[in-house]
């Protein structure tokens, strides 16, 4: 099965997001460093993969802008994962001003623990940002809008991640 992390600045719902892809109920809070460990959970794509739909997600730690190096050495372990993932989630709070700045953030500490899986920038919170922004930040990233709490855009989202997660490989026995 494909495996998608879920990877982003903090509070940007990447947990609210889990859930929904999921249908699952790991801790979600507006809260610095609320999800500290990984939690993996199983969730359904739609049946245009090969792999029958299932994919494996991984909820990760949120970033933060100037993360301290003790920080980023401390994460490195906890993100070892993230290299055995066949794709990178960079959820993005598309109702908070600076979300550029904050992807930027995401995308140097990304690079600086060398992550070679490929990258899908979705914008959430959806719901509660200004259409005129969202539009701005789809465009700018390449990515599909959602809101993980109201459902808006998950079936989309969903379609996409099933069309650019590659195809695994068959195990010889």
Not at 11 to 37: E, P, Y
Not at 49 to 70: N, Q, S, Y
Not at 117 to 134: C, E
Request: no cysteine.
């Amino acid at each position: 099965m494909p495996v998608v992390a879920l990877v982003g600045y903090t509070n940007a719902g990447k947990s609210t997001l889990f859930n929904a892809l999921t249908r699952s109920s790991a801790l979600a809070q507006d809260k610095l460093f609320a999800t500290l460990r990984p939690t993996t959970r199983e969730g359904w794509l739609p049946e245009l993969g090969p792999w029958g739909g299932k994919a494996v997600f991984t909820d990760t730690v949120g970033f933060i802008r100037d993360l301290p190096e003790e920080l980023v050495d401390a994460f490195r372990a906890t993100l070892e994962e993230l290299h055995h993932a066949d794709l990178l989630l960079h959820v993005v709070d598309g109702a908070t001003p600076g979300a550029p700045d904050r992807v930027d953030a995401v995308q140097r500490i990304l690079d600086e623990l060398e992550l070679e899986p490929p990258r899908l920038v979705v914008i959430n919170k959806a719901d509660a940002a200004d259409p005129g922004v969202l539009r701005e930040l789809e465009e700018r990233y390449g990515a599909v809008s959602v809101s993980a709490v109201t459902g808006e855009g998950l079936d989309r989202l969903r379609r996409q991640l099933a069309s650019v997660l590659p195809v695994p490989q068959a195990v010889e026995a």
